[in-house]
């Protein structure tokens, strides 16, 4: 969060839109990749995504999700085209770098891959805005694979979580006297009072919006959108797409419910 998102990413953005040199990018082009995200917006799954994108211009009051969201998923469409090619070809090497590192499968046997792009990032970027860029946060990159041989993917060990948590945190503590016995029992309240909707051994199924269809795959209850553990699954552009234990790539357009079973209707990518 701190090391990638927040300091060399961040660093890189900032070098494109406020230090002055030849990569610098012109305020007509900061404007045409601002207005790119706002249009992805349409198709991002809510429930992986709940920041609206802002404007370049707003960087420096960027959070660490919606820069991982731009280097991770946006950023490889956004900037292409606008950014001078050996400038994104050197975006690119960051991107694939840490898409790697952050998959639970890729991890696994392209971590060695990862660390040659990282360290080809850190030399390019010295070729592209001078030793100036290298600042310890984008030096540390070059131990962040070894990190990963040992812990996995960076998900397994980052602060996304904790600075999430925080702000309850907090909110839990009355005053400085025992505070973590204060947090615990807030904890222990908040999971006496939840219930759950639906609950197999595996999976647990909310079908909160019945809907009308006209032609009927399958007969049943219809349903618009569907609760799977912590994915919502959702007719429409935002969160119809899926992925199945076959790695057939499909569009959700009906959930139908019948008896015990619920049908996933839609479209396969050929």
Same mark, same amino acid.
């Given at each position: &969060?701190?090391?990638?998102?927040?300091?060399?990413?961040? /660093? !890189?953005?900032? *070098?494109?839109?406020?230090e002055?040199?030849?990569?610098?990018?012109?305020?007509?082009?900061? @404007? /045409?990749?601002? @207005?790119?995200? =706002?249009?992805?917006?349409?198709?991002?799954?809510?429930?992986?995504?709940?920041?609206?994108?802002?404007? !370049?211009?707003?960087?420096? *009051?960027?959070?660490?999700?919606?820069?991982?969201?731009?280097?991770?998923?946006?950023?490889?469409?956004?900037?292409?085209?606008?950014?001078?090619?050996? %400038?994104?070809?050197?975006? !690119?090497?960051?991107?694939?770098?840490?898409?790697?590192?952050?998959?639970?499968?890729?991890?696994?046997t &392209?971590?060695?891959? @990862?660390?040659?792009?990282?360290?080809?990032? %850190?030399?390019?970027?010295?070729?592209?805005?001078?030793?100036?860029?290298?600042?310890? =946060? #984008?030096?540390a990159?070059?131990?962040l694979?070894?990190?990963?041989? $040992?812990?996995?993917?960076?998900?397994? *060990?980052?602060?996304?979580?904790?600075?999430?948590?925080?702000?309850?945190?907090?909110?839990?503590?009355?005053?400085?006297?025992?505070?973590?016995?204060?947090? +615990?029992? #807030?904890?222990? /309240?908040?999971? /006496?009072?939840?219930?759950?909707?639906f609950?197999?051994?595996?999976?647990? $199924?909310?079908?909160?919006?019945?809907?009308?269809?006209?032609?009927?795959?399958?007969?049943?209850?219809?349903?618009?959108? +569907?609760?799977? =553990?912590?994915?919502?699954?959702?007719?429409?552009?935002?969160?119809?797409?899926?992925?199945? #234990?076959?790695?057939?790539?499909?569009?959700?357009?009906?959930?139908?419910?019948?008896?015990?079973? %619920? *049908?996933?209707?839609?479209? #396969?990518?050929?």
């Amino acid at each position: &969060m701190h090391l990638v998102h927040q300091g060399a990413f961040k /660093r !890189l953005l900032s *070098f494109w839109t406020k230090e002055k040199g030849p990569w610098k990018l012109h305020r007509d082009v900061v @404007a /045409r990749i601002s @207005a790119l995200p =706002n249009h992805l917006s349409l198709f991002y799954p809510s429930a992986d995504f709940n920041r609206p994108p802002r404007s !370049l211009e707003e960087l420096k *009051f960027y959070k660490a999700t919606e820069l991982r969201r731009l280097l991770l998923y946006a950023g490889i469409l956004v900037f292409k085209g606008l950014l001078d090619e050996n %400038i994104y070809k050197n975006f !690119l090497l960051l991107h694939v770098a840490i898409f790697i590192l952050s998959s639970e499968v890729l991890v696994k046997t &392209m971590t060695y891959y @990862a660390d040659q792009l990282l360290r080809t990032f %850190i030399t390019h970027s010295v070729e592209i805005y001078g030793r100036k860029f290298v600042v310890f =946060n #984008v030096h540390a990159l070059c131990h962040l694979s070894a990190e990963c041989k $040992v812990l996995r993917k960076l998900g397994n *060990f980052d602060a996304f979580p904790y600075e999430n948590r925080l702000k309850s945190i907090k909110d839990s503590l009355k005053s400085g006297y025992k505070p973590l016995e204060q947090a +615990a029992l #807030v904890d222990l /309240r908040r999971i /006496r009072n939840s219930a759950l909707v639906f609950e197999s051994d595996e999976v647990n $199924v909310h079908l909160p919006n019945k809907h009308t269809v006209y032609y009927e795959v399958v007969h049943g209850k219809h349903y618009k959108s +569907a609760k799977v =553990n912590n994915a919502l699954l959702e007719v429409g552009d935002r969160n119809s797409c899926f992925q199945t #234990v076959n790695d057939d790539v499909v569009t959700l357009t009906d959930i139908v419910k019948r008896r015990n079973e %619920i *049908f996933l209707i839609g479209y #396969v990518f050929d």
